[in-house]
């Protein structure tokens, strides 16, 4: 089963920007749908967006997430992206990546995540 391995979390202020990376090894990631998590404290794990294997569908979660954040993948490099510009205290969470489109649907063990807070 696939590895995956997210970084570029970190602490920020509110209206911040972060571009989270998530590595992929042992799978290639062209082969499936691939989406980004996220767990607040005391709550359970939501997908936030997810992309096609071609990449010509994506999907946000929400609203606010649609007009902030962007996922982009680079099957080349198999690596998934996720830029989110307008950060927010409650975008503060860990973050993962698996595959997965609108909903879960893991093919990938669950890499150590990426801690993003965002002070306000």
């Known amino acids: 089963q696939g590895q995956l391995d997210e970084s570029g979390g970190g602490l920020v202020q509110a209206g911040s920007s972060l571009r989270l990376s998530c590595a992929a090894s042992g799978r290639n990631i062209s082969d499936y749908n691939m989406a980004w998590y996220r767990q607040a404290p005391g709550k359970e794990r939501e997908i936030v967006a997810s992309i096609s294997w071609s990449g010509a569908n994506i999907n946000y979660a929400t609203y606010s997430v649609k007009h902030r954040f962007t996922i982009i993948r680079d099957n080349a490099k198999n690596t998934l992206y996720l830029q989110m510009n307008s950060l927010g205290p409650e975008d503060t969470a860990l973050y993962y990546c698996?595959?997965?489109?609108?909903?879960?649907?893991?093919?990938?063990?669950w890499g150590p995540g990426t801690q993003v807070t965002v002070s306000s």
């Open positions: 698996n595959s997965g489109y609108r909903t879960g649907t893991y093919y990938f063990n």
